[in-house]
């Protein structure tokens, strides 16, 4: 059967790959979540006046991928010891968030954040927020599937982040 979920972790264009090549994850969107308008722009989320957060909405198979298992790789993409944004983006548009649908899916992402929290990994609390669903608005055409498009300035933005060292001194 097939699930949804949202998920935040900072600029969205590194949130999509991730996710997108596991078996049973059938689409990744980028887009904005939980914000006080309706259909906002890039522009006036990146102003970090809507509330929104950049967000990917994230469509699975749940028979081949679970829950757990995306929550597995989402934790493994962020710095959840950070309310600010996420490495080089900063501002609540960027700030980690898990976006639930159902209470199964709250119950699992709150015992998935318990877990993390009892691995003793890191020296700050985990701070990421698991909310309820409340809105989500798809990115303009050109932020979908951004490292597909334009692999160049994805992988330049990518090589330049601290994101990629975060996660190779936190997890590998």
Same mark, same amino acid.
């Given at each position: 059967?097939?699930?949804?979920?949202?998920?935040?972790?900072?600029? =969205?264009?590194?949130?999509?790959?991730?996710?997108?090549?596991?078996?049973?994850?059938?689409? +990744?969107?980028?887009?904005?979540?939980?914000?006080?308008?309706?259909?906002?722009?890039?522009?006036? +989320?990146?102003?970090?006046?809507?509330?929104?957060?950049?967000?990917?909405?994230?469509? =699975?198979?749940?028979?081949?991928?679970?829950?757990?298992?995306?929550?597995?790789?989402?934790?493994? &993409?962020?710095?959840?010891?950070? @309310?600010?944004?996420? *490495?080089?983006?900063?501002?609540?548009?960027?700030?980690?968030?898990?976006?639930? *649908?159902?209470?199964?899916?709250?119950?699992?992402?709150?015992? @998935?954040?318990?877990? &993390?929290?009892?691995?003793?990994? *890191?020296?700050?609390?985990?701070? +990421?927020?698991?909310?309820?669903? +409340?809105?989500?608005?798809?990115?303009?055409?050109? !932020?979908?599937?951004?490292?597909?498009?334009?692999?160049?300035?994805? !992988?330049?933005?990518?090589? @330049?982040? =601290?994101?990629? @060292?975060?996660?190779?001194?936190?997890?590998?």
């Amino acid at each position: 059967m097939n699930e949804q979920i949202i998920l935040a972790g900072g600029c =969205f264009w590194c949130m999509v790959k991730p996710f997108d090549h596991n078996d049973g994850v059938i689409s +990744v969107v980028s887009g904005y979540s939980n914000g006080k308008i309706a259909h906002p722009t890039y522009e006036q +989320v990146c102003r970090g006046h809507t509330g929104h957060t950049e967000a990917v909405l994230i469509t =699975f198979d749940n028979a081949l991928i679970s829950l757990e298992e995306i929550l597995t790789i989402y934790w493994r &993409l962020i710095d959840p010891t950070d @309310s600010e944004g996420q *490495f080089e983006d900063r501002g609540p548009n960027y700030r980690p968030a898990i976006i639930y *649908f159902t209470k199964e899916q709250k119950t699992i992402a709150e015992r @998935s954040k318990q877990n &993390l929290i009892n691995e003793n990994l *890191f020296d700050k609390p985990i701070i +990421v927020p698991i909310e309820p669903y +409340v809105n989500f608005y798809p990115a303009e055409e050109y !932020h979908q599937d951004f490292y597909k498009k334009s692999p160049a300035r994805y !992988h330049a933005n990518e090589a @330049s982040s =601290f994101r990629s @060292s975060f996660i190779a001194k936190t997890w590998e």
